[in-house]
Nanobody, 112 residues
C-alpha cells in the first residue's frame, strides 16, 4: 500500500521558516519524481516544486522560487521542503505528491 505522510507544519510568523517532511512507503521512492503542492483556503491545488529521482534537478513555481528548497533522502525514503521567508500568502495545507497520489497534508499557517 502506498503511503505518503507529511509532517512539520505549524504556526509561524511572517519571515519565519519551517521544514516539511514527507515519509514515503509502498513504492520504490528513489525511482520517481516527487512534488510538493499546496491548497490555500478556498482555492484550488497549486503546484510548488518538483525534484527528479536522484535530486539532481529541481523546479519551482514563481511564487516560492528563491524562498523554498525541495530535497530528498532516498536512503530514508523521505522528501523535504525547506521554507524560508514565509509570507501570509503561504498559508495552506501542504501535500507531497507521487503521480496522482497525495498524502493527508500538513497545515502551515503564517500569521503575526
Amino acid at each position: 500500500e502506498v503511503q505518503l505522510v507529511e509532517s512539520g507544519g505549524g504556526l509561524v510568523q511572517p519571515g519565519g521558516s519551517l521544514r516539511l517532511s514527507c515519509a514515503a512507503s509502498g513504492f520504490t521512492f528513489r525511482s520517481f519524481v516527487m512534488s510538493w503542492v499546496r491548497q490555500a483556503p478556498g482555492k484550488g491545488l497549486e503546484w510548488i516544486s518538483t525534484i527528479t529521482p536522484n535530486g539532481g534537478s529541481t523546479t519551482y513555481s514563481d511564487s516560492v522560487k528563491g524562498r523554498f528548497t525541495i530535497s530528498r533522502d532516498n536512503a530514508k525514503n523521505t522528501l523535504y521542503l525547506q521554507m524560508n521567508s514565509l509570507k501570509l500568502d503561504d498559508t495552506a495545507v501542504y501535500y507531497c505528491k507521487w503521480g496522482q497520489t497525495r498524502g493527508q497534508g500538513t497545515q502551515v499557517t503564517v500569521s503575526s
